[in-house]
C-alpha cells in the first residue's frame, strides 16, 4: 500500500510539473514569474519546513552580522530565486539558440584556454538553469551530470529540454568515466558543488560552519588533468544578466592525495561562498547544506587510519 501512494504521488508530482512546464511555454515570462513567486511566497508562509531549515541556515552562516529581518528577506528573495529558475527552465532552448547581447553581459571569457578541457564548478546560484545555453550560446561544448527522475515521462522533458547539439547529458550513476573522457576531449563539463553529499565527502567549513563537501571536483581535475573554472549567472536589478567565467583556480599537487583532496575541496567551497555572498538572496537557502553525516564520519576515520599506515610502510 505504501510504495503504491508513493508511486501514485511521485505520478501526480510529475504531471504537475509536465503542465507546469508546459504552461510557461506558452505565456510571457514576465507573467509566469509574478505568479510563480506569489504562490512560491504563500508555500514560504504556510510551509514551517522551509521557514525553519531556510533560518538556521542563515543563522549559521552569518549569526549576528545580519539582524533577523534581513534574514527573511534574503529568504523571501531566495524563493523568488527558485520560482524564478523554474519559469526560465522551459526557455532553455530558446536561450540557447537566440541573441543574448542585450540580456546577458559575459565576463572573464578570457579565462576560458582555447582547445582544452575545463571543469565547470557552479552552484544552486542565480540562473543556475539558464548557464549551460548560455555556455552553448557562446559556442562551448557542454557536459553535464544531471539526477534522473524516477517518474519517466517527466526525466523525458528533462532530458528533452536540456539537450543540444552542444550539450551532453551524462546520468549521475557512474559518471565519472564518462565525464572525464569529455573533459579529456576538450569540452567544458560541469557539476554544482554546494549541497551536502550522502557519499564521497570530507570534512570541510562553509561560512566558518564544519560541513561536508563532495570531493568530485577536487578527483575529477587530478584524474583528467583539467583545471577548474568557477561560474555564476546572477540577475541584475534591471532584469538582465552576468555571466562571469573567473579566473581559474590554483590547486595544490603535493605528494599525499588524501590531503590534497581536503585542501582542493575546501578552495572549491571558499570559491562558492565567495559567489554565494555576492548575492545571499539568489542562493538555495531550503537545502540542509551542513547536515550531520555519520557515515561520512565514521568512512573519513578510516580513510585518515589507513592513509597514516599507508606512509608509515612508505617510511620503513
Not at 501512494?5 to 510529475?14: D, E, H, I, Q, S
Not at 503542465?19 to 504562490?39: D, E, N
Not at 588524501?258 to 561562498?273: A, P
Amino acid at each position: 500500500m505504501a510504495s503504491g501512494r508513493k508511486r501514485f504521488t511521485r505520478a501526480l508530482t510529475g504531471w504537475i510539473s509536465i503542465a507546469y512546464v508546459k504552461w510557461t511555454r506558452l505565456v510571457p515570462v514576465s507573467v509566469a514569474r509574478k505568479i510563480t513567486c506569489a504562490f512560491g511566497r504563500i508555500l514560504l508562509a504556510l510551509v514551517p519546513r522551509l521557514h525553519k531549515v531556510g533560518m538556521d541556515n542563515l543563522n549559521l552562516a552569518y549569526g549576528d552580522t545580519l539582524t533577523h529581518a534581513e534574514k527573511k528577506a534574503i529568504l523571501r528573495g531566495a524563493m523568488d530565486n527558485i520560482c524564478t529558475v523554474a519559469t526560465e527552465f522551459s526557455r532553455i532552448k530558446e536561450l540557447a539558440e537566440s541573441d543574448i547581447s542585450g540580456v546577458v553581459k559575459v565576463v572573464g571569457q578570457e579565462n576560458v584556454k582555447e582547445g582544452k578541457g575545463h571543469l565547470i564548478i557552479g552552484a544552486h546560484l542565480g540562473s543556475w538553469e539558464w548557464m549551460i545555453p548560455t555556455m552553448n550560446n557562446l559556442g562551448y561544448r557542454v557536459a553535464a551530470i544531471y539526477r534522473p527522475n524516477d517518474f519517466k515521462p517527466l526525466d523525458q522533458l528533462i532530458i528533452d529540454t536540456r539537450s543540444g547539439p552542444n550539450t551532453v547529458l551524462i546520468p549521475k550513476d557512474n559518471a565519472g568515466a564518462n565525464l572525464i573522457a569529455e573533459l579529456m576531449n576538450g569540452a567544458l563539463s560541469g557539476l554544482a558543488a554546494d549541497q551536502s553529499p550522502r557519499d564521497n565527502g570530507v570534512p570541510t567549513t562553509f561560512f566558518g560552519q564544519p560541513c561536508w563537501s563532495t570531493i568530485g571536483p577536487a578527483m575529477l581535475s587530478f584524474r583528467a588533468q583539467v583545471p577548474i573554472l568557477m561560474l555564476s549567472l546572477f540577475r541584475q536589478p534591471d532584469g538582465t544578466y552576468e555571466f562571469r567565467f573567473y579566473p581559474l583556480l590554483e590547486l595544490d599537487h603535493g605528494d599525499d592525495l588524501l590531503e590534497n583532496l581536503v585542501s582542493n575541496t575546501q578552495k572549491v567551497q571558499d570559491e562558492l561562498e565567495k559567489l554565494i555572498r555576492q548575492h545571499p538572496e539568489q542562493w538555495l537557502w531550503f537545502h540542509r547544506r551542513w547536515k550531520k553525516r555519520p557515515r561520512l564520519e565514521k568512512e573519513w576515520a578510516e580513510r585518515l587510519a589507513k592513509n597514516e599506515k599507508d606512509k608509515a610502510k612508505k617510511a620503513e
